[in-house]
């Protein structure tokens, strides 16, 4: 079960899946530049999936894991308000598809 200490330690990120972002949770990181990711679910955030990905495919976020979670209990109404535009953040080379 995870506790609401727990949860508020999820770090916000964005997560590039090919040509799409999507809002997850950092959990944990491994070697070899990856990271435990949890994917979660909207409008219930508690449902998901967890997954590794490389460190280059995240945007740590300026938030909150509870806002976070109250974006996809939303649908992910007002997250213009707090997300950055992802493709802002990310150098050309991915942006263009260079890089994984």
């Given at each position: 079960?995870?506790?609401?200490?727990?949860?508020?330690?999820?770090?916000?990120?964005?997560?590039?899946?090919?040509?799409?972002?999507?809002?997850?949770?950092?959990?944990?990181?491994?070697?070899?530049?990856?990271?435990?990711?949890?994917?979660?679910?909207?409008?219930?955030?508690?449902?998901?999936?967890?997954?590794?990905?490389?460190?280059?495919?995240?945007?740590?976020?300026?938030?909150?894991?509870?806002?976070?979670?109250?974006?996809?209990?939303?649908?992910?109404?007002?997250?213009?308000?707090?997300?950055?535009?992802?493709?802002?953040?990310?150098?050309d080379a991915v942006r263009q598809g260079?890089?994984?």
């Amino acid at each position: 079960m995870v506790s609401s200490d727990d949860v508020e330690e999820m770090k916000p990120v964005m997560v590039r899946f090919n040509d799409f972002w999507q809002l997850a949770f950092e959990i944990d990181r491994i070697e070899g530049g990856h990271t435990v990711i949890y994917l979660p679910g909207a409008p219930n955030p508690w449902s998901g999936w967890v997954c590794v990905v490389a460190e280059d495919r995240l945007i740590p976020l300026k938030l909150t894991a509870s806002s976070a979670a109250m974006l996809m209990r939303r649908f992910g109404k007002g997250s213009k308000a707090v997300l950055p535009n992802p493709l802002c953040s990310v150098p050309d080379a991915v942006r263009q598809g260079e890089m994984r």
